[in-house]
C-alpha cells in the first residue's frame, strides 16, 4: 500500500446477516480499484483497521473520495489531516436539487391559487440535466425560470454547479 496516494470510501448494505444494520466501508484505490479494507458498519471507527494498514505501510494518502456522511468525513479530518476529500458529485447535485425544491415549494405556497399552475408539476423536470429534457420541458423550465427570478437563479446555479462538477472529472 505504500504506493497508494488516492482511496474510495463508501458503504454497502449487505442486509441484517452482516450486524450493525447490515453495512460493510469499503475502501479501494481509486487508480487501480483494488479493495484495500472492508470493515464492518457505516460508521468512521469501523475504518479504524484501515488506518492500522495505512501507519504500517508509510502510505501517504493526498485524496480520498467519499460521500457525504459526517462520520466519514469526521474520520478522514482526524487520522488524514493533510488529505483533500473530494465528495461525491451524486451527493452534491443531489444537494442541490433538494435547495431547488425548497425554492420551488416556498414559491408555489406563497402564490394564488389560480397562479399555482406555473409552476406545479415542475419538480422532477427541475431536478433533471437540462440537456436531457425535451424541448417543450425546457421551455416550461424557462417560463418559470422568468416569471420567478429566485427559481431562475437557483436553477441557473445548480446547472452551473453540474457543469463545473462534470468538467472537472
Known amino acids: 500500500m505504500k504506493h ?15 450486524g450493525d444494520k447490515g453495512y460493510l466501508t469499503i475502501v479501494r484505490d481509486l ?4 479493495t484495500l479494507f472492508v470493515g464492518k458498519g457505516k460508521k468512521g471507527e469501523c475504518l479504524d483497521g484501515f488506518m492500522k494498514k495505512l501507519k504500517s505501510s508509510k502510505a501517504n494518502i493526498e ?4 460521500d457525504l456522511a459526517p462520520s466519514f468525513t469526521a474520520w478522514i479530518k482526524a487520522n488524514l489531516p493533510h488529505a483533500i476529500i473530494v465528495y461525491d458529485h451524486f451527493h452534491v ?5 433538494d435547495r431547488l425544491n425548497k425554492v420551488r415549494r416556498r414559491i408555489s405556497r406563497e402564490l394564488e391559487d ?22 417543450t420541458a425546457q421551455a416550461e423550465i424557462k417560463q418559470c425560470c422568468t416569471l ?7 436553477y441557473a446555479l445548480k446547472e452551473a454547479l453540474r457543469r463545473f462538477i462534470v468538467s472537472k472529472i
Do not use: C, P, Q, Y
Open 4 to 18: 497508494i496516494s488516492s482511496i474510495g470510501i463508501d458503504e454497502i448494505h449487505m442486509g441484517k446477516r452482516i
Open 31 to 34: 487508480k487501480s480499484g483494488a
Open 63 to 66: 485524496f480520498v473520495a467519499v
Open 93 to 97: 447535485i443531489k444537494l442541490m436539487n
Open 114 to 135: 389560480e397562479d399555482k399552475g406555473e409552476i406545479k408539476g415542475l419538480r422532477w423536470k427541475f431536478n433533471r440535466n437540462n440537456e436531457d429534457l425535451e424541448e
Open 148 to 154: 420567478f427570478s429566485e427559481l431562475g437563479i437557483t
